[in-house]
Antibody, heavy 120, light 110 residues
Framework: QLQLQESGPGLVKPSETLSLTCTVSGASIRSSNYYWGWIRQPPGKGLELIGSMHYSGSTYDNPSLKSRVTLSVDTSKNQFSLKLTSVTAADTAVYYC????????????WGQGALVSVSS | QSALTQPPTASGSPGQSVTISCTGTSSDVGGHNFVSWYQQFPGKAPKLMIHDVNKRPSGVPARFSGSKSGNTASLTISGLQAEDEADYYCSSYTDNNSYVFGTGTKVTVL
């Protein structure tokens, strides 16, 4: 059973880079079946795709965030990561990692989420 | 990309049906059969309820169903139960090779 778990700092200073990691269990990060993605939810607000990437390198992107986002995979640790640069208070949110497959265009499953606050 | 439009709230008594709409454009909902619906309880991660417009993942009760007409998708909960009280979000694949989510609907069981 595929499971995801986010990890990373809960507090980031403005203008710095937010970095989160998602550890995958129950599937290989090298699998051709999956897109590994990040979605965020500001407090009290709705969901927003940050981006997803396939092991081959193809991606789904949010045009409004694309210039600040770097997605990567670490095959040795079976993890994938998010870096979001030049953060502001508007980037304060719960960040979820989630998976889509090549045969089902929906996010399932999701990690439990990680709250990241941007504050000095 | 603009969020898909959902009503902020919906409600019904136990046993009744409630339908939530999700309105987009021909570049997302109307142009692709890749609409999904998620249920979210406070402080919890979203859970997939419907994918590809009207397909239920294993374990999702049959009282949850999805449909689409033009640029609007809908989620119907038939035989509403107290445990269905939650926030619901739609999502669609887009022409920009991305995904957009809806604004969210809080379902209240009266």
């Amino acid at each position: 059973q595929l499971q995801l778990q986010e990890s990373g700092p809960g507090l980031v200073k403005p203008s710095e880079t937010l970095s989160l990691t998602c550890t995958v269990s129950g599937a290989s990060i090298r699998s051709s079946n999956y897109y590994w993605g990040w979605i965020r939810q500001p407090p009290g607000k709705g969901l927003e795709l940050i981006g997803s990437m396939h092991y081959s390198g193809s991606t789904y992107d949010n045009p409004s965030l694309k210039s600040r986002v770097t997605l990567s995979v670490d095959t040795s640790k079976n993890q994938f990561s998010l870096k979001l640069t030049s953060v502001t208070a508007a980037d304060t949110a719960v960040y979820y990692c989630a998976v889509t497959t090549v045969i089902m265009s929906a996010f399932d499953p999701w990690g439990q989420g990680a709250l990241v606050s941007v504050s000095s | 990309q603009s969020a898909l439009t959902q009503p902020p709230t919906a409600s019904g008594s136990p046993g009744q049906s409630v339908t939530i709409s999700c309105t987009g454009t021909s570049s997302d909902v109307g142009g692709h059969n890749f609409v999904s619906w998620y249920q979210q309880f406070p402080g919890k991660a979203p859970k997939l309820m419907i994918h590809d417009v009207n397909k239920r993942p294993s374990g999702v009760p049959a009282r949850f169903s999805g449909s689409k007409s033009g640029n609007t998708a809908s989620l119907t909960i038939s035989g509403l139960q107290a445990e269905d009280e939650a926030d619901y979000y739609c999502s669609s694949y887009t022409d920009n090779n991305s995904y957009v989510f809806g604004t969210g609907t809080k379902v209240t069981v009266l």
